[in-house]
């Protein structure tokens, strides 16, 4: 524009403060995390033994794969309930086509297509539906899939893979004490917050959580990217199947009951708002060590494991209520500024 | 007896940056229609709010009947003999309308609510008001003007005193206005006292017998009826003379870019052809609830149509979506930025970046330092009011916010441009801004529609007049032809009567 | 009256009607052992507390809330006057019902505060609780269950017996749905209720106190789920540290099949009373018709699915319909 009046200047980079940086959530959260492992320390003697720490870290971060995905449809502003019940179909597919075939790649394979299947399947009907909330479409799934296990399974369990040895070195194998599975997962956790932080798939992602007609107003394909995160978060469900089956050998019809909820406990722990639009992956990330040590440290000191599920239920309820104060708090004092 | 039934003293409110409201006083006489007149964003909404007890001023003083008042609440208001018919209808969709009337006040013996004398009565307030529905009708079947009448009907069966009305006449269609103006005069001759609130001089003329005007959140004065021109009306509500802000640019229209040919939706709009070329600012006015609004959304994708043609660059093209739209050069800007427009949680910089993050980005990776550098150069450009890039677009005044709209708009790539109402809500000084850059767009070549129901910008601003009435375009007009008169037939014209030869022209 | 009769007709409750009945001559045709009493009675008998606890979940889901919690509180209240009966505090069958009333109350009401006063989302409110009210039962049972032998003979005869035919359990449930009827349909509070839902912007300028209706939506919710606690007690003559785990979802998918919307406002107690039915006899009658019992889940949840998308085909074309009778 060619106005003669003073130009208003813009300052564009990035604020420096102290309080900004530290008193993030995830800081908080990280003190919590330290809080937990040296209590745990002080109380075990048997905690800090790096094979059995490991071992325990593995069986929890099956569950903590799903928190991963969860945090992207949390972010966008969704829910999706049936991913338990994808873990159980999809192990359940790979149990009976190893058994069929005697090919443990095979079922792996099955397994992974099934999970992408079954998470597009929720994520065709929520883009031909627009109206339904994912909430009450994955409620409908996650009874479907899970009914569908059962059918095949029944009262019977589907197993045997452990058998095959390399099967079962993708949860057992080591280099020294860190399993192959942990880095796995790490590197996982590091391309999902790289992807949500960084690329534009993940801003896109936080548009349509922060405001879903906004961001279709700006241009983004919201049907696309919501079908893509769910058939991801399918596909998650075949890996964390996989990697169950790879762990105990044995696939029941309960397998994964309870996923979608403690998925979703880690990640609202971890700072995602479960309206969407909010959050950070190094936040659920941190929230998943946090729960899973906590769970690890109360079994070692003997503590029913049911008082550990009091302890992470309140530490949800209180958690959430101080992030909702200190933002009516924070509100209000923009609100006396102007 | 007080001279005034309700009288509001230097009330004063203030929202999360913005002043809503600085020290305005307002008068009402017993048994009178006043008219409350200012531009979009001017206060009266507030105003109203504060009135009815949903807000609290900061400042300033109520009297009711002399005496000093205190609304906490919508219920202290109401049981004072406040009601108001908002603008935006405050209704139960999933209620029937017998309920919408009476909520809040239900007619009950030993504690349950007794239907049968409920549907009577409001089945008789709807006949007073020679409505087409019937009291057991769900609500959300109803149609816009039907629902206002629901909003007029509650009113009358709360036997409030003070009545306020927001914009009533705004989706009625001419006779549905009449009514209203028969039953506003004799609420008053029964001896309530109207607030009425609108943008049509023409009501204001029929009903008022005084005028109170309000202009950027301040009172400005109060005359009656008998000494009220358009002239000094217009003058009071804007502030200055209308001509000298409309900076339109003399450009050569280019080639045809975008050419609808006989776009329909059923039950909404019908037969609506219209073209734009390069460089051309195209207007598309009309009443409120003639079908402007919906026809764009299609155009943008939101909602497919039953049957027409749209080309766009001479090529037909099916849009299925706004990225769809976009991606073939067709681009819009929403009437409701605070929900549809802008992210008002994220910062200016991102919602700048929003639609174009793909040029900020290789591989999918975004590069935040070219976004940020891109971002500044933009906010500035457009003259926005803030600090920094991280301010949350929250915390600017609707001006800034249309402001940062727009600068989405100044790099992208697009031929057509849709803007629905883009002065909307916006102060003056970022009114001239935005004509500015809309003159700006129009040079480098691209094709402007903007949606408006605010004449002096159509007639200061455009090329070409297209104006719509009753989900039809009744008319085209070019800048030379158009005048308010002309504009204002045509959008009350009966569509059914006229359409044919009109949509031919 | 023909135009009410209409309206019947025209009403989802009345398409839910009819699949209801299909379904269950469908079921009578491959087996006539199921409509007969002794069958009806004991899946009514069985199901009673699934079928009680819908109109809970249905003024929750009413206010445009979620209460995934219920289970857990069922089995903490059902278990604190098991535990009571053991030690002998608790001498009547009247007690024992109180005290999980109570109990259920108590904690419907800590949903609804931290979901009104604290403004967490329902779903989180109540996922949270869900953990508490569950692991509370383990704490104050110590992991163990509480025995026939522990109950009043009083209380299990009450549970388990009958008046008029018609199982003790199921009168409870009957009174609870006229009473919830007459409420949500003929009293202020039950109009306010469908008022916050439908237009909680709408609510606040009518002066409605939305956060009171909420409270107290989550409290009635709550003391549903206590007396069910009490009848699940009762009727399986055993306090479980795991009762109804996951009951919550039926109850869910029981108000959705009945057309409850999860965005409040809509939904209606013919509407529950046939969708938790309908959960009833899928549940049971699987058996009966000798399909494989195994498919009772997947067809559950294909229930639902089916249920919500026709519903959303069904609204799209009346808004369709609407439209193009309009003239322009």
Not at chain 1, 119 to 137: P, Q, R, T, W, Y
Not at chain 3, 212 to 226: D, E, T, W
Request: charged share 20%; glycine share 10%; net charge positive.
């Amino acid at each position: 524009m060619t106005g003669q009046r003073q130009k208003r200047v813009i300052e564009h980079n990035p604020p420096r403060d102290f309080k900004s940086r530290f008193m993030r959530w995830e800081f908080l959260l990280l003190a919590l995390f330290f809080g937990v492992v040296i209590m745990n320390a002080n109380m075990s003697p048997n905690f800090l033994v790096a094979h059995h720490l490991f071992t325990n870290i593995n069986t929890f971060l099956v569950r903590g794969l799903v928190a991963l995905t969860m945090t992207y449809c949390l972010l966008m502003g969704e829910i999706d309930l049936s991913v338990g019940s994808i873990v159980v179909f999809a192990a359940t597919t790979l149990g009976i086509v190893f058994n069929a075939t005697g090919s443990v790649f095979l079922g792996m394979v099955t397994a992974l297509v099934v999970g992408g299947l079954c998470g597009a399947f929720n994520g065709l009907i929520l883009i031909k539906f627009k109206e339904l909330h994912s909430m009450i479409v994955t409620l409908g799934t996650m009874i479907l899939f899970r009914g569908l296990a059962e059918r095949i399974l029944g009262a019977e369990a589907t197993g045997g893979m452990r058998s095959v040895t390399w099967f079962a070195n993708l949860f057992d194998a080591r280099i020294g004490p860190v399993p192959y599975f942990f880095i796995f997962f790490c590197a996982l956790a590091a391309a999902f917050a790289f992807v949500m932080h960084r690329t534009t798939f993940g801003r896109h992602m936080f548009a349509i959580g922060a405001n879903r007609t906004a961001a279709e107003y700006a241009g983004i394909n919201v049907s696309k990217t919501r079908l893509k995160v769910f058939a991801l978060s399918g596909l998650i469900c075949g890996v964390s199947a996989i990697m169950f089956a790879s762990w105990t050998g044995s696939i029941r019809s309960n397998v994964g009951e309870g996923y979608e909820i403690e998925a979703i406990a880690m990640c609202v722990l971890g700072g995602m708002s479960t309206a969407g639009g909010k959050g950070s992956l190094p936040g659920v990330l941190i929230a998943i060590f946090t729960v899973g040590l906590l769970q690890f440290g109360m079994s070692l000191m003997n503590v029913n494991p049911q008082t550990v599920r009091i302890i992470i239920g309140a530490l949800l309820i209180i958690v959430v209520t101080m992030q909702n104060i200190r933002r009516i708090i924070g509100k209000k004092i923009t609100q006396v500024k102007a | 007896m007080p001279e005034y039934v309700l009288e509001l003293r230097g009330i004063s409110k203030l929202f999360p940056g913005v002043k809503a409201l600085d020290g305005v006083d307002f008068q009402l006489r017993a048994g009178e229609i006043h008219a409350l007149m200012g531009e979009n964003g001017a206060g009266k909404s507030t105003l109203i709010k504060i009135i009815t007890g949903v807000h609290q001023p900061d400042g300033g003083e109520i009297y009711l009947d002399g005496k000093k008042v205190l609304f906490k609440s919508p219920r202290d208001a109401g049981a004072a003999g406040v009601a108001a018919i908002y603008q935006h209808v405050t209704s139960y969709p999933h209620l029937s309308v017998t309920e919408n009337i009476f909520m809040g006040h239900e007619k009950r013996k030993h504690g349950l609510i007794q239907w049968g004398a409920m549907h009577k009565e409001a089945q008789a307030l709807i006949e007073t008001l020679d409505a087409d529905f019937k009291a057991i009708d769900l609500m959300g079947h109803l149609s816009v003007a039907q629902q206002q009448m629901v909003e007029i009907a509650k009113a009358l069966s709360t036997n409030a005193r003070i009545i306020i009305m927001d914009e009533p006449t705004a989706a009625l269609t001419r006779n549905e206005a009449n009514r209203l103006y028969e039953i506003t005069d004799k609420l008053r001759d029964d001896g309530a006292a109207v607030i009425f609130i609108s943008h049509r001089f023409e009501d204001m003329y029929r009903l008022a017998s005084r005028v109170t005007v309000y202009r950027d959140s301040r009172y400005i004065w109060t005359r009656d009826i008998g000494d009220v021109t358009d002239g000094g009306l217009i003058h009071a509500m804007v502030g200055r003379e209308l001509n000298e802000l409309f900076p339109k640019p003399e450009i050569e229209a280019g080639e045809e870019v975008l050419r609808v040919e006989e776009l329909s939706l059923s039950g909404v709009f019908k037969d609506i052809s219209l073209t734009a070329r390069r460089g051309e600012i195209v207007g598309v006015t009309g009443l409120v609830g003639a079908g402007r609004t919906e026809v764009m959304e299609t155009l943008f994708g939101l909602t497919p149509p039953d049957s027409g043609k749209i080309h766009l660059n001479g090529r037909k093209v099916s849009i299925y979506s706004p990225s769809d739209a976009m991606k073939q050069g067709l681009g819009m800007l929403t009437e409701d930025r605070q929900h549809k427009g802008l992210i008002l949680d994220w910062d200016i910089g991102r919602n700048i970046t929003l639609p174009e993050l793909s040029r900020f980005a290789k591989m999918g990776v975004v590069d935040e330092n070219s976004e940020r550098t891109i971002a500044k150069e933009l906010a500035e450009r457009v003259d926005t009011k803030a600090k920094t890039l991280f301010d949350l677009a929250s915390s600017l005044s609707g001006g800034n916010q249309q402001k940062v709209a727009v600068a989405r708009s100044l790099t992208s790539k697009l031929d057509v441009l849709i803007m629905d109402e883009p002065t909307k809500g916006v102060d003056v000084g970022a009114k001239a801004a935005i004509y500015e850059i809309m003159g700006e767009l129009a040079k480098q070549g691209m094709a402007i529609i903007m949606v408006s129901s605010e004449m002096p910008e159509i007639l200061g601003m455009c090329d070409r007049i297209y104006i719509m009435c009753e989900g039809r375009v009744t008319g085209e007009l070019s800048r030379a032809e158009a005048n308010g008169e002309r504009i204002l037939a045509l959008a009350m014209k009966k569509a059914a009567q006229q359409a044919g030869q009109e949509v031919s022209q | 009256m023909s135009v009410g009769l209409r309206k019947i007709l025209r009403s989802r409750e009345f398409s839910l009607f009819l699949v209801l009945v299909v379904l269950c001559i469908v079921i009578q045709s491959r087996n006539p052992q199921f409509l007969t009493a002794t069958v009806i009675d004991s899946i009514l008998r069985n199901y009673s507390y699934t079928i009680l606890m819908a109109t809970g979940m249905l003024m929750v889901l009413l206010v445009g809330g979620i209460d995934i919690s219920v289970g857990s509180t069922l089995a903490l209240s059902g278990m604190t006057s098991a535990l009571l009966m053991r030690h002998g505090v608790i001498e009547s069958a009247f007690l024992a019902y109180m005290v999980s009333l109570g109990v259920g109350i108590l904690c419907g009401l800590m949903v609804g505060l931290v979901i009104t006063k604290g403004k967490v989302l329902p779903i989180i409110a109540s996922l949270g609780f869900m953990y508490v009210f569950r692991g509370m039962t383990f704490f104050i049972s110590g992991g163990q269950w509480v025995g026939m032998q522990h109950l009043l003979p009083e209380f299990r005869a009450f549970s388990q017996g009958a008046a008029l035919g018609i199982s003790n359990l199921l009168w409870i449930t009957i009174v609870v749905y006229i009473l919830v009827f007459i409420m949500l349909g003929w009293t202020r509070t039950g109009r306010q209720i469908y008022a916050v839902g439908s237009n909680p912007e709408a609510a606040m300028v009518s002066g409605i106190r939305s956060d009171n209706i909420k409270l107290f939506v989550y409290a009635f919710n709550g003391a549903l789920a206590g007396i069910s606690g009490a009848m699940f007690v009762g009727f399986y003559a055993s306090a479980q540290n795991n009762s109804a785990m996951g009951l919550e979802l039926d109850i869910i998918a029981a108000c959705v099949i009945g057309g409850v919307s999860l965005k409040g406002g809509q939904g209606t107690i013919p509407g529950v009373l046939l969708g938790a039915l309908m959960i009833a006899v899928i549940n049971r009658s699987l058996s009966l018709t000798g399909i494989d019992p195994f498919w009772q889940q997947a067809l559950k949840g294909a229930v639902i699915l089916i249920a919500v998308t026709t519903n959303i085909l069904v609204q799209r074309r009346a808004t369709r319909l609407s439209l193009a009778r309009r003239e322009i």
